[in-house]
């Protein structure tokens, strides 16, 4: 989710009244969704992954300690904060949903200034945990995915691809000439144009699951899930001319008087019996065919077909 996103809360009652009061005492904020039972409960928290859940703990079909095992054993939504709402007002009962794993509880008959506190104070805690988790991904200069993001996305696509039997397209993008660059125009104007390159990067990736990375030093990688051979060399090649399209002055460059790249890409076959290194290997091969027929180029690989474009 993205974290400049409007959060969003669940609200599980059987009591319709305490739904209506709760549901208009947040929407001003939030994203509210309402639940009437535990098995409504566990089908929209799996559904619409709220940040956080204020559960009732008496319900008739199924109670707010059996909804929170249930929601903690499940990986989509173990992770969801969850607050009890109940009548139970023994401190023993309030010990035990904290040791279940709830975030909080709050007694009825409930004081909606004392919910709105709460509610505030752990949706917090959920966005700073979200910020810090996407910074961990984050590389510094690029602001692209960086490496460690890289290979967990790689991982689950990789398995997705050869479950699904759709294409799996890679590519290593390099900068031309660039330590020439940084010694012509040193390295404050080498972080400039290389965040230029980055962010035409991530903008040619436009699906949700595309994926920019940066690789290290000036090179950069391309996740294209589900795309097929000849799209994956399109989307590579119309990337190479948009960053030469950025006129970014090279005068120490061989290739050509502005920056430009070279990639390199492959395109793996689900029915092949390849192994993950394998898609990084041959994508990287072409990235080297791409920089020894003279770079400002992209090469990619199909299975046994190479294609070149200049």
Not at 22 to 46: H, I
Not at 142 to 154: C, H, I, K, P, S
Not at 230 to 243: G, K, N, P, T, Y
Request: hydrophobic share 45%; charged share 25%; aromatic share 6%.
């Amino acid at each position: 989710m993205n974290i400049d996103q409007q959060q969003k809360v669940l609200v599980a009652d059987d009591d319709a009244i305490n739904r209506e009061v709760l549901g208009e005492l947040l929407k001003p904020d939030y994203t509210v969704v309402l639940a009437r039972n535990g098995a409504q409960t566990l089908e929209r928290a799996g559904r619409h992954l709220p940040d956080l859940i204020l559960l009732d703990v008496m319900m008739p079909d199924m109670d707010g300690y059996e909804v929170l095992r249930r929601l903690r054993g499940d990986p989509q939504t173990a992770h969801i904060a969850i607050i009890f709402i109940s009548g139970l007002d023994r401190p023993e009962d309030e010990a035990n949903g904290l040791k279940m794993g709830a975030s909080d509880y709050i007694v009825k008959p409930f004081n909606q200034t004392v919910v709105m506190a709460r509610v505030a104070l752990h949706l917090q805690v959920v966005r700073q945990r979200r910020m810090l988790e996407r910074l961990a991904n984050i590389d510094g200069l690029t602001e692209l995915a960086n490496r460690r993001r890289f290979d967990e996305v790689y991982e689950q696509e990789w398995q997705r691809a050869c479950q699904s039997g759709r294409p799996l397209s890679l590519a290593l993008l390099d900068i031309d000439a660039f330590k020439q660059f940084n010694d012509r125009y040193g390295h404050p104007a080498g972080d400039r144009a290389l965040r230029s390159v980055a962010r035409t990067t991530g903008a040619a990736m436009h699906r949700p699951g595309d994926l920019a990375a940066r690789y290290g030093g000036e090179e950069l990688l391309l996740l294209m899930p589900e795309t097929d051979a000849q799209s994956a060399h399109a989307i590579a090649e119309a990337l190479r001319a948009a960053i030469a399209g950025l006129a970014i002055p090279h005068e120490a460059s061989s290739v050509a008087p502005v920056l430009t790249v070279s990639i390199g890409g492959a395109t793996f076959d689900p029915a092949g019996n390849e192994q993950p290194f394998e898609l990084f290997e041959a994508a990287d091969a072409q990235l080297y065919r791409a920089k020894q027929a003279g770079r400002d180029q992209v090469w990619w690989r199909a299975l046994a077909l190479v294609a070149a474009s200049a």
